[in-house]
């Protein structure tokens, strides 16, 4: 009886409590873990673009929780802020714009940068535009043009995890084109601490300009090719101090990322680091800082900072470049201790953002701008103002108030290669190809050159007349140099000629060759221009791709090199005269030699750099084949030199002079060469006769006196 009252009692207990759990308990007190992922689950909800924030009603699931929890983390505000990207401009050449650019709401960076000139297109896919500027990605990280730290706002966001450069930044205004809504024309961006206390702007902008109609008129060419401000991206860096304290902030700029390195197997200039520092007569001085330099001092952790204020900053390449710039009318430098100092920035420097181990040359670099302090009293802000010019590499597009046109590299004959840049491109408003523009550059540039070149090929073909003559007087005078050289310059003397005559249209030609080859090695307009089976003047012909690769050449077959070194040995075959003793055959295969490292030289030149060699070459053939045509039908004036005569003027210490036949006619008129090599002997024997005289005084000793002659 015991034991069924016992388990009577184990069976009512365990329903009740079963019941308590299952039914009364839940409605005193919810179980915590639901109504925390309850809570979770909202917070990991995206938030909509743009969205009002919708507060919950009094009594809802969760509001006992929120209500411990307060106050609320900022995060949530963050959140708000959505990934987004803005399109600034258009790609259409029509518009007005010059450039599109592409915005990110993270980090308020520039992400690309496209060229909507057609002449500027890809040149692995001509109908795409030219991306002038890229993101660079590493794994998760990321770099960006335009990219902006601010220490003391990063500091404060440090505890959410975020940072300026990965936030995303709240857009506060978007203007569009008021002819065409399609089209924004820019865009305001802002980040808050979580505390309110500090707020950083950056404006974007892109300017419009009338264009005139018709891509191929001669009107929209010089207006692209003339206007800088339409490859500005103006930029504007507001720090605000909402706080009730003053502040002092400072911010860190990024400079352009992403410029393509075209053409790399064939090319001979790379990325460079270019910055114009400000001198004190307010004239530009331009520094370069190679990627092997830079990638040499951040290994050394040697990268040294500027404190002289910069006119630009930024990173080029053969025919473009991207160039940030203080835009504001508030940007006002100063003089001070010598040397000029920006209100905006207290240093520039070099950075690596790609260390390229394979191709050092290949590394991708740019500058950062370190601010000034920055000190702001309560409610107070401040504004500082870039522009970032991204564009080729034109001279009318680099002047004033860029004044970066000492980037175009045009060596110390720029003023020829800019007259040759000039003079290619008003051919080219003719109507003509540039192919063919460049060979009628050529035919002026060696039609203006031929005098010289007549004068130095008569002195070739009168030297050439002179060779048995002097094979002779070589053989006669093979132990006394001295003689030789006299009885040679009698020879010249008497068929007036002059050895150095030959050099001076050489050293005429060598500033005007040297310009054309760097204009037409810095000719943006030969970019992606097409001229027989070339694609592209500004790159080898490459006729085919080889299925091998050849050491130093690579797997494309060149067309062009191999015709201009074929040219050069044939004028060497042709116009240099045959050996006539040992130092002149050992000076033939020298030239053969040097025939063959040109050879690799000029395989990788530009085919429009060949197509001039071609056509300079065929020119120079023609002309000389002309003048031994012309100098055939003139009778020889070669004079002979008399052994005797020469044997008697060689002996210094003779007295006697040999008298020449008063029937002779007078000798020719002496050159200013034969003078001063006689000038030259006199001082030699003068200096002689000087030497024995001490020799002579020494013989006799100190205090010896000589003998009195009677």
Not at 319 to 339: H, S, V, W
Not at 392 to 404: D, I, M, V, Y
Not at 627 to 654: F, M
């Amino acid at each position: 009886m015991e034991q069924k009252r016992l388990l009577l009692f184990v069976t009512l207990s365990a329903s009740m409590i079963f019941v308590w759990q299952l039914f009364i308990f839940p409605k005193l007190a919810p179980p915590q873990p639901v109504v925390q992922k309850a809570v979770e689950k909202d917070a990991k909800e995206p938030q909509a673009a743009d969205a009002p924030v919708v507060a919950k009603k009094p009594g809802q699931l969760g509001d006992e929780i929120i209500a411990e929890q307060k106050p609320v983390p900022p995060k949530a505000d963050l959140l708000k802020n959505p990934h987004r990207t803005i399109l600034l401009g258009s790609l259409d050449p029509d518009s007005g714009y010059f450039l599109q650019t592409k915005i990110s709401t993270q980090g308020a960076s520039l992400v690309e940068a496209h060229l909507n000139d057609p002449l500027y297109r890809d040149l692995k896919d001509p109908r795409q535009p030219l991306k002038i500027l890229d993101e660079f990605k590493a794994g998760k990280d990321f770099k960006r043009s335009l990219d902006l730290d601010v220490e003391q706002l990063d500091a404060k966001l440090a505890a959410l995890n975020t940072d300026c450069h990965s936030a995303n930044w709240k857009i506060l205004e978007l203007v569009k084109d008021p002819e065409d809504a399609k089209i924004i024309q820019a865009v305001r961006l802002s980040l808050t601490a979580p505390d309110g206390s500090i707020e950083v702007q950056k404006k974007f902008e892109l300017k419009k300009y009338p264009v005139p109609e018709g891509q191929d008129s001669p009107e929209f060419r010089e207006f692209r090719d003339t206007d800088q401000a339409g490859y500005m991206v103006h930029f504007d860096i507001k720090v605000i101090n909402h706080s009730q304290a003053k502040q002092n902030l400072e911010y860190q700029l990024l400079g352009p990322i992403g410029i393509p390195l075209e053409n790399a197997e064939n090319t001979r200039k790379f990325r460079d680091l270019r910055i114009g520092f400000l001198q004190d007569d307010k004239s530009v001085e331009t520094e370069i800082f190679t990627a092997p330099d830079i990638i040499e001092n951040v290994n050394a952790q040697q990268v040294e900072k500027y404190s002289r204020a910069f006119q630009f900053a930024g990173v080029d390449i053969q025919y473009f470049a991207a160039l940030l710039t203080p835009d504001g009318k508030n940007y006002d430098p100063q003089l001070i201790n010598g040397e000029m100092e920006s209100n905006y920035s207290a240093s520039i420097e070099p950075v690596l953002i790609q260390h390229d181990v394979r191709l050092e040359t290949q590394s991708r670099i740019t500058v950062k701008v370190n601010s000034r302090d920055l000190d702001l009293a309560p409610g107070a802000d401040i504004t500082h103002s870039y522009a970032m010019y991204t564009g080729p590499k034109r001279e009318s597009l680099l002047g004033p108030p860029l004044n970066a046109t000492e980037i175009m590299d045009l060596g110390i004959f720029g003023p020829v290669a800019k007259l040759m840049l000039w003079l290619l491109t008003t051919l080219h408003g003719f109507g003509l190809s540039y192919g063919v523009a460049i060979i009628g550059l050529t035919i002026l540039v060696r039609g203006s050159l031929y005098p010289l070149s007549r004068k130095q090929a008569i002195g070739a073909q009168k030297m050439k007349e002179l060779q048995p003559q002097i094979a002779e007087l070589k053989k006669k005078y093979a132990d006394d140099k001295e003689k030789l050289g006299r009885a040679q310059m009698e020879l010249f003397s008497k068929n007036n000629y002059n050895p150095l005559a030959g050099c001076l249209p050489i050293f005429m030609q060598l500033p005007i060759f040297f310009g054309l080859y760097t204009a037409l090695n810095n000719a943006v307009q030969l970019r992606g221009t097409p001229f027989l089976w070339v694609d592209n003047l500004a790159a080898p012909d490459a006729l085919f791709q080889m299925p091998f690769n050849i050491p130093f050449l690579g797997n494309q077959f060149n067309l062009l090199p191999i015709v201009t070194v074929g040219l050069f040995v044939m004028q060497q075959k042709l116009f240099m005269p045959p050996p006539t003793d040992k130092d002149q055959e050992l000076q033939h295969k020298i030239m053969n030699y040097m025939m063959i490292g040109m050879g690799f030289m000029f395989y990788h030149v530009p085919a429009g750099l060949c197509v001039y060699f071609i056509a300079s070459s065929l020119w120079g053939i023609c002309e000389r084949k002309l003048l031994d045509y012309q100098s055939k039908r003139r009778p020889s004036t070669v004079v002979g030199t008399d052994p005797n005569v020469i044997e008697v003027e060689a002996k210094s210490n003779k007295k006697n002079q040999n008298r020449k036949d008063k029937t002779e006619e007078p000798p020719a008129k002496k050159g200013w060469f034969a003078r001063l090599q006689e000038i030259a002997d006199q001082a030699q024997e003068q200096a002689a006769l000087n030497e024995r005289k001490q020799e002579n005084s020494r013989d006799r000793g100190p205090g010896k006196k000589s003998k009195k002659r009677r």
